[in-house]
């Protein structure tokens, strides 16, 4: 069982110091795949005259914009950063930006639909453009604090994560969430990217992950070995309703997810479908015509 970490206090549009170099601001766009809404992080010296960096403005919002910019008034913002583009993290980006003076710090946008259906409240800020394009091993430096990007696709494709070294710490974005598994979402979404992604984090060997929805986890190694068993294991339940004789995934979601909230289901479907494309990929499994959310699976 993942163990999920749900509680902690907040207040819409307050700034909270969470840790000595971080504090945190969090939007009033609270939402089934939101949480309790976007959590704006502001890194590094909360004195006056300091230079920090902003990561993940959040959504196009009047009041959000006021509140960072109160947040972070008598400091110098010097760079924000955007895991990923989602319309819920990257909206805000250049308004903020343009505001306070800073640089935009990004992975290059998706040249491709974001998603294999219209179910899902995360489609991509078409509009954005970063300042810089980063790839990943890239290190931002302020007053008292070193950031590289650390490149984890899976959930997007341009999901950028971002390592504050002073804290051993990991700004996760929606690659891992203490309160919810991530949903992987072809074509831009990748179930085998994100695995290696996975990896990737735990190998690093974080003592805290600041996701930007909902509470950090501190219990880092023991969370991600079953985040990723999770994973693993609705592997595993997909080839068994293949197994059983389930042949789409409209016969397999009802299955799978029978203690979900039905609204969910369309979401389930599309992280079904990224591991059905896996599958395809690994030669486990055929699908006529090609993998889709319509198409016919069946075991090879």
Do not use: C
């Amino acid at each position: 069982m993942i163990p999920y970490v749900r509680q902690f206090d907040f207040a819409y549009g307050r700034r909270d110091q969470v840790s000595p170099l971080i504090q945190r601001v969090i939007a009033a766009n609270p939402g089934p795949f939101t949480f309790t809404g976007t959590g704006t992080y502001i890194v590094g010296k909360p004195e006056a005259g300091a230079a920090v960096a902003v990561i993940d403005p959040g959504p196009l919002d009047d009041a959000h914009l006021a509140a960072l910019l109160a947040a972070v008034e008598g400091r110098t913002v010097s760079h924000v950063l955007v895991t990923h583009t989602h319309r819920d993290h990257a909206p805000l980006a250049r308004p903020f930006a343009a505001a306070t003076g800073a640089t935009i710090l990004a992975a290059q946008p998706p040249a491709r639909d974001t998603h294999a259906s219209g179910a899902l409240d995360e489609d991509d800020d078409a509009d954005f453009e970063p300042d810089v394009v980063l790839s990943g091993g890239e290190v931002m430096a302020g007053d008292g604090w070193t950031m590289e990007a650390v490149f984890t696709p899976g959930h997007a494709s341009n999901h950028m994560a971002f390592a504050l070294h002073e804290e051993n710490a990991l700004f996760s974005g929606d690659h891992v969430m203490g309160w919810s598994t991530t949903v992987v979402a072809p074509p831009d979404g990748n179930m085998r990217d994100y695995l290696r992604s996975l990896d990737t984090v735990i190998a690093r060997e974080f003592t805290t992950l600041w996701p930007t929805h909902g509470p950090p986890i501190t219990e880092v190694r023991l969370f991600l070995e079953a985040y990723r068993a999770h994973r693993l294991d609705r592997e595993a339940q997909v080839l068994a309703r293949l197994r059983a004789g389930d042949r789409t995934i409209a016969d397999m979601v009802p299955v799978l997810y029978a203690a979900v909230d039905q609204r969910l289901w369309p979401a389930a479907s599309l992280s079904v479908l990224a591991h059905l494309i896996k599958l395809v990929e690994d030669g486990v499994v055929a699908a006529s015509p090609a993998p889709a959310l319509s198409a016919e699976f069946r075991l090879i």
